[in-house]
């Protein structure tokens, strides 16, 4: 089981690029999400999802969009990237069950917009 | 809402001694609580789970924690700190489709 994956690991975008990212796990969790790390703030959840097809927006999700086509993957998605969106992203998933199961967590990407 | 408070940005020990890392929670309902590691450049690591089963829990390498529904806290400790404790850790509140993360506390074991 590789677990958790992000793709990719390093990322350096210019202001207006957009790119995605991409998670995948192979643990067949209903549940998915994404959270940027910046310091001192702990992790904040931009964006989740609760089985295929489903998304919902999280504290942070201004400037994100995401999709969940398949049950195994979870895509962020940044249309035109700001220097704020400078952060560590960390996608996690889950079991469902009213918050009773941990999440498991992919490597990170650490993104830097110039 | 959901929120959690870790006191202490930074704590420093000394190998050997006490490690106590607090948090505080606040929850409409019963809480499921948990406590993650972060060594550096890696992604979070689950250490201890409380889904209300005993209010000690005991997790991996060493550490344990006290749920305390009166004082709403979730401390980790662990008795003697080892030079390979040294990371960032995070406590954590999940309710339904959401988790809520502390902001971390860093912790530094001097030889």
């Known amino acids: 089981n590789a677990g958790v994956t992000q793709t990719p690991k390093f990322r350096v975008l210019k202001t207006g690029q957009s790119m995605t990212l991409l998670c995948a796990q192979d643990m067949n969790h209903e549940y998915m999400y994404w959270y940027r790390q910046d310091p001192g703030m702990g992790l904040r959840l931009i964006h989740y999802s609760v089985g295929e097809g489903t998304t919902a927006k999280g504290e942070v999700p201004d400037g994100y969009n995401v999709s969940r086509l398949k049950k195994q993957n979870f895509l962020l998605g940044l249309e035109s990237a700001a220097p704020s969106q400078t952060s560590v992203y960390f996608c996690?998933?889950?079991?469902?069950?009213?918050?009773?199961?941990?999440?498991?967590f992919g490597p990170g990407t650490r993104l830097t917009v110039t | 809402a959901q929120s959690v408070t870790q006191l202490g940005s930074h704590v420093s020990v000394s190998e050997g001694a006490l490690v106590l890392l607090r948090c505080n929670y606040s929850s409409s309902v019963p809480p499921y609580l948990f406590w993650y590691v972060q060594y550096p450049n890696q992604g979070l690591q689950l250490l201890l789970k409380?889904?209300?089963?005993?209010?000690l829990v005991k997790g991996i390498n060493g550490f344990e924690a006290e749920f305390k529904k009166s004082e709403t806290s979730f401390h980790l400790t662990k008795p003697s700190a080892h030079m390979s404790d040294a990371a960032e850790y995070f406590c954590?509140?999940?309710?339904?489709?959401?988790?809520?993360f502390g902001s971390g506390t860093k912790l530094n074991v001097k030889p």
């Open positions: 409380y889904t209300s089963a005993a209010t």
């Open positions: 996690a998933s889950s079991r469902p069950g009213q918050g009773a199961y941990e999440q498991y």
């Open positions: 954590a509140v999940g309710n339904f489709n959401k988790f809520y």
